[in-house]
């Protein structure tokens, strides 16, 4: 098993930029597949970004393309998601997520989840 712990969130204004971790512990981080995904109010959960183990392959929404970054650093056991040019629209609890193996853009098919962060963007 795996846990994770998001950070860095927080209130910013549009056009800012933030850049969230998702800390993990338990079994080898590189085994899993990561991703992130955020949940407005009133809204369904949706993906953000995903990586795969060795974070040679990125997938974005489309929504976030060009403005997000996501990576990860396997030796230190980290997840990262640089987030630039921030919308009002970006308002949301964010959520990291882990799968064994093979990387997903499917929120179902992830096993281990964080408690979120909050990212508030002020227009």
């Known amino acids: 098993q795996v846990q994770l712990a998001e950070s860095g969130g927080g209130l910013v204004q549009a056009g800012g930029s933030l850049r969230l971790s998702c800390a993990a512990s338990?079994?080898?981080?590189?085994?899993?597949?990561m991703g992130w995904f955020r949940q407005a109010p009133g809204k369904e959960r949706e993906f953000v970004a995903a990586?795969?183990?060795?974070?040679?392959?990125?997938y974005y929404a489309d929504s976030v393309k060009g403005r997000f970054t996501i990576s990860r650093d396997n030796a230190k056991n980290t997840m990262y998601l640089q987030m630039n040019t921030l919308k009002f629209e970006d308002t949301a609890v964010y959520y990291c997520?882990?799968?064994?193996?093979?990387?997903?853009?499917?929120?179902?098919?992830?096993?281990?989840w964080g408690q979120g962060t909050q990212v508030t963007v002020s227009s």
């Open positions: 997520a882990a799968r064994s193996l093979i990387v997903t853009m499917s929120a179902n098919e992830y096993n281990y």
């Open positions: 338990g079994r080898a981080f590189s085994s899993y597949a």
């Open positions: 990586i795969s183990r060795r974070g040679g392959d990125t």
